[in-house]
Nanobody
């Protein structure tokens, strides 16, 4: 089992930046592909970004390319999501997720992830 805890969310103004963190515990975190998703009120959970086992490969949703950066520090068992130029449409609960095995690689859909955090709220005022 892997436990994931997100932090770093909050209420910000449009144009601000935030860095979300996802701390992992439990079985070894090193090597697990990780992802970030978000869910706005009344909308489906959507893919935001994903990263492979060592950070050498990343992928992003088209809607966030250029503003979001996913990274990881395996020594700290932590994945990060840096968000720049926040916009009101970025308001959502942000979730991190982990896949169960290194060999599975990066994934873009929620059902492909095995472990989820409880989420952290990001609210952006205009």
């Amino acid at each position: 089992q892997v436990q994931l805890v997100e932090s770093g969310g909050g209420l910000v103004q449009a144009g601000d930046s935030l860095t979300l963190s996802c701390a992992a515990s439990g079985r070894t975190f090193i090597g697990l592909p990780m992802g970030w998703f978000r869910q706005a009120p009344g909308k489906r959970r959507e893919f935001v970004a994903a990263i492979n086992w060592n950070g050498g490969s990343t992928t992003y949703a088209d809607s966030v390319k250029g503003r979001f950066t996913i990274s990881r520090d395996n020594a700290k068992n932590t994945v990060y999501l840096q968000i720049n130029s926040l916009q009101p449409e970025d308001t959502a609960v942000y979730y991190c997720a982990a896949r169960a095995r290194v060999a599975l690689g990066i994934a873009l859909t929620a059902p492909e992830y095995d472990y989820w955090g409880q989420g952290t709220q990001v609210s952006v005022s205009s």
